[in-house]
């Protein structure tokens, strides 16, 4: 029988930040820093190692940033354009 609070498949142990950032879809660097900045519920600063954890039962307190394809700029296409006539 499943655990039901930790239903996201990480079970009683933690994850490591590369592992998370691959999970969500993030960057290892933007992962570390949501972390440094308390917006990562369950991630653990290691007394020891100094490397981020995280445990569960893990969530993203805040919505990840949008990547830089996804948005547009509509004074980068005017440059752009003004650039090839």
């Known amino acids: 029988m499943a655990n039901l609070l930790h239903a996201d498949g990480l079970g009683s142990k933690g994850l490591s930040v590369v592992s998370f950032a691959e999970s969500r879809g993030l960057s290892v660097g933007y992962v570390r820093k949501l972390c440094k900045d308390g917006k990562i519920f369950g991630a653990r ?36 354009d003004a650039k090839q006539v």
């Open 45 to 80: 600063l290691h007394s020891r190692t100094r490397q981020w954890w995280i445990y569960p039962p893990a969530k993203l307190l805040c919505e990840p940033r949008k990547s830089r394809e996804n948005t547009s700029n509509p004074m980068r296409s005017i440059s752009l």
